[in-house]
Structures are given as structure tokens and as C-alpha cells.
């Protein structure tokens, strides 16, 4: 079973970047597809990026392709979001989750959650 820790939001202006950091213990950390969700105030938890085991993949919507780019460093069990062009619609509470079970894209796959770290991007 993985436990999942999430750091590095912050408050940022438009355009700013930031990278999230989402360090895993528990279980075999290259086992595991690994995704990033936002959840907005009000909205529905949305998809952001998911990476495969080792890394070859990479799946993003239409939404955040092209700003940001997800990796892994699986020596040090940890996944990185980074996120450049920041804009005030990325404010969320960002979640790392880890999966199991192929393929990464499939979302509700996804078992594993942190506690989330909260982004704030101002106009």
C-alpha cells in the first residue's frame, strides 16, 4: 500500500510557475502509475497528468498540455509536476494518487491518494 505526500503549492501570479512534488513510502514506488487531480471549490475533481511506471508515458487533457509536464525519479520515489503559464483557472487543491493497474490514463483506477496541496494563482 502506498502513502502519498504532496508539497510545493503556493500562491502565484499569472503566468509564474510552480513544481509539485508528490513523495511516496509503502509498497514499491515503480509499481505504481502515478496521476495528478485537481479539485476546485465547487467543481468536480478533474484529471492533470498521469506517467507510467517507468516513465516512458506521459497523458495530459487539453487543458494543461503544453504547461505542464509531468515526471518521475523513481530512485527517489518521488513524482513532479511542473507547472509553467500558470493562469487564475489552475487554482485548485492538487493530488497526487498512485495506481496498479494499467493503464495510466484510466483515472478511476487510481487507489492511492495524498492529502493534496493547495495552488492559488491570482489574475
Given at each position: 500500500?502506498?502513502q502519498?505526500?504532496?508539497?510545493g503549492g503556493?500562491?502565484?501570479q499569472?503566468?509564474?510557475?510552480l513544481r509539485?512534488?508528490c513523495?511516496?513510502?509503502g509498497g514499491?514506488?515503480?509499481?505504481?502509475n502515478v496521476?495528478w487531480?485537481r479539485?476546485?471549490?465547487?467543481?468536480?475533481?478533474e484529471f492533470?497528468a498521469a506517467i507510467?511506471?517507468?516513465?516512458?508515458?506521459?497523458y495530459?487533457?487539453?487543458?494543461v498540455?503544453?504547461?505542464?509536464t509531468i515526471s518521475?525519479?523513481?530512485?527517489?520515489?518521488?513524482?513532479?509536476l511542473?507547472?509553467?503559464?500558470?493562469?487564475?483557472?489552475?487554482t485548485?487543491?492538487?493530488y497526487?494518487?498512485?495506481?496498479?493497474?494499467e493503464?495510466a490514463?484510466?483515472?478511476?483506477l487510481y487507489?492511492?491518494?495524498?492529502?493534496g496541496?493547495?495552488?492559488?494563482v491570482?489574475?
Amino acid at each position: 500500500q502506498a502513502q502519498l505526500v504532496e508539497s510545493g503549492g503556493g500562491l502565484v501570479q499569472a503566468g509564474d510557475s510552480l513544481r509539485l512534488s508528490c513523495a511516496a513510502s509503502g509498497g514499491t514506488f515503480s509499481g505504481f502509475n502515478v496521476g495528478w487531480f485537481r479539485q476546485a471549490p465547487g467543481k468536480e475533481r478533474e484529471f492533470v497528468a498521469a506517467i507510467t511506471r517507468n516513465g516512458r508515458n506521459t497523458y495530459y487533457p487539453d487543458s494543461v498540455k503544453g504547461r505542464f509536464t509531468i515526471s518521475r525519479d523513481n530512485t527517489k520515489n518521488t513524482v513532479y509536476l511542473q507547472m509553467n503559464s500558470l493562469k487564475p483557472e489552475d487554482t485548485a487543491l492538487y493530488y497526487c494518487a498512485a495506481s496498479p493497474r494499467e493503464p495510466a490514463w484510466v483515472t478511476t483506477l487510481y487507489e492511492y491518494w495524498g492529502q493534496g496541496t493547495q495552488v492559488t494563482v491570482s489574475s
